[in-house]
């Protein structure tokens, strides 16, 4: 994402453009995760990097459902590593003030009920990586 790849080029604080920059990848956050499963798929990488078949058993998603909300990686807040037989996703968040939302959201994620089912979920990550049918899912 071109927003992302200039954010860290800019260096200086006070250059006009590096605002501009930041605020538009703040603005493009706040859209992503005004979808509720892109928020919970936020949140979840937040506390463990999780294959695609351990994130939609999770939240309990079909994979089509779920490959629709894959703009959560094609803005560059998440990226992907192949793991063995997986591709492992992990969240990617370059600004300091986004990541600290998310880590507030992680720490108080009791009071929001949905999350916090979400993390229960997650005792569940190894029996979903077994169960995946397919050895890559992308």
């Known amino acids: 994402h071109k927003t992302v790849i200039a954010y860290t080029q800019m260096g200086n604080v006070h250059n006009p453009y590096r605002k501009v920059v930041l605020m538009s990848y703040l603005t493009e956050f706040f859209k992503l995760v005004a979808d509720e499963t892109r928020l919970r ?9 999780l294959c695609v078949c ?13 490959q629709n909300t894959l703009k959560v990686k094609d803005l560059d807040y998440v990226v992907d590593e192949r793991n063995e037989k997986y591709i492992l996703y992990s969240l990617n968040l370059k600004d300091d003030v986004i990541k600290k939302i998310v880590q507030n959201i992680v720490e ?3 009071y929001y009920p949905q999350l916090s089912e979400d993390k229960k979920g997650l005792a569940d990550k190894d029996n979903y990586l077994r169960q995946c049918k397919t050895k890559i899912i992308d």
Do not use: G
């Open 108 to 110: 108080h994620i009791d």
């Open 54 to 66: 351990q994130i939609y058993r999770i939240l309990n998603l079909s994979q089509p459902k779920y």
């Open 41 to 49: 798929i936020i949140v979840l990488l937040a506390q463990e990097d």
